[in-house]
Nanobody, 121 residues
């Protein structure tokens, strides 16, 4: 079984910073791409940032220059450093990993349970 557990969310004032973490655990053979998505009530889940196994990254236009995605492959952990936070960044943030559980497995997408980020004064 595979688990992705996010942490680091919370309440922060506009202009503040937060660092999200996502630890993948369980039976994992290899992790391909990983990413962060966010969702607000009544809206579709949207991509925030993604990173390949080789470290290539891409970001939503709305977070470029403010958010930084990174990963520690040895720890199977994904990070999202967020600075200059705005009220419109308020959402539930989900991590995702495209991974396979054993050598003959296919790659599948797994999701965490989400962590709330609230930006408000």
């Amino acid at each position: 079984q595979v688990q992705l557990v996010e942490s680091g969310g919370g309440l922060v004032q506009p202009g503040g910073s937060l660092r999200l973490s996502c630890a993948a655990s369980g039976s994992i053979f290899s992790i391909n791409g990983m990413g962060w998505y966010r969702q607000t009530p009544g809206k579709q889940r949207e991509l925030v940032a993604a990173i390949t196994s080789g470290g290539s990254t891409n970001y939503a236009d709305s977070v470029k220059g403010r958010f930084t995605i990174s990963r520690d492959n040895a720890k199977n952990t994904l990070y999202l450093q967020m600075i200059s936070l705005k009220p419109e960044d308020t959402a539930v943030y989900y991590c995702t990993a495209n991974l396979k559980r054993w050598i003959l497995d296919q790659y599948h997408d797994y999701w965490g349970q989400g962590t709330q980020v609230t930006v408000s004064s």
